[in-house]
T-cell receptor, first 113, second 108 residues
């Protein structure tokens, strides 16, 4: 158990819908990262937040947005969902400084029908 | 941009040694991570190399050559539970690039 929690574990929805994925980092970690992993694909970095502010952006679609709240939990919002958005979405957290080693949550499996 | 190259799949025998190679070209580089990921599970941290050379951690070792854009992960005394994907991840402050991973199959 990494200490990072993600809800829900599974989500099934229809095309065109909007969903929100939630992540709580490890106690004391200020950074939160979001990743997408499609079937048999590598991890695609989406976005990073540090202490409430966006710090880095990767291959995140305009239909996707995220935020980090004052209590440091983060939400990833996915809208106008398409079949291709079906994937595992991981959240990770780290203590900044040094190696920024990331600890991953168990993931949310999103299925778009 | 970034380009990370790892073998797609490897097979080795329980008790043996296996080396998983990774070559990378990234815009900016500060260090390189290796993660292990079992199917359907979250990646877990294995090692981080900043300087050239070999870092040893129990049965796992990781090597880095910054000038060559090359790293490898060495797994000794393979166990069945080592069957997983191994992800090479070059790191450039605030940006993480993960390779597609090498799926390692350990057979009895």
């Amino acid at each position: 158990d990494s200490g990072v929690t993600q809800t829900p574990k599974h989500l099934i929805t229809a095309t065109g819908q909007r969903v929100t994925l939630r992540c709580s980092p490890r106690s004391g970690d200020l950074s939160v990262y979001w990743y997408q992993q499609s079937l048999d694909q590598g991890l695609q970095f989406l976005i990073q937040y540090y202490n409430g502010e966006e710090r880095a952006k990767g291959n995140i679609l305009e239909r996707f947005s995220a935020q980090q709240f004052p209590d440091l939990h983060s939400e990833l919002n996915l809208s106008s969902l398409e079949l291709g958005d079906s994937a595992l979405y991981f959240c990770a957290s780290s203590v900044p400084g040094g190696a920024d080693t990331q600890y991953f949550g168990p993931g949310t499996r999103l299925t778009v029908l | 941009g970034q380009n990370i190259d790892q073998p797609t799949e490897m097979t080795a025998t329980e008790g043996a040694i296996v080396q998983i190679n990774c070559t990378y070209q990234t815009s900016g580089f500060n260090g390189l991570f290796w993660y292990q990921q079992h199917a359907g599970e979250a990646p877990t941290f294995l090692s981080y190399n900043v300087l050239d050379g070999l870092e040893e951690k129990g049965r796992f070792s990781s090597f880095l050559s910054r000038s060559k854009g090359y790293s490898y992960l060495l797994l000794k005394e393979l166990q069945m539970k080592d069957s997983a994907s191994y992800l090479c991840a070059p790191y450039n402050f605030n940006k993480f690039y993960f390779g597609s991973g090498t799926k390692l199959n350990v057979k009895p």
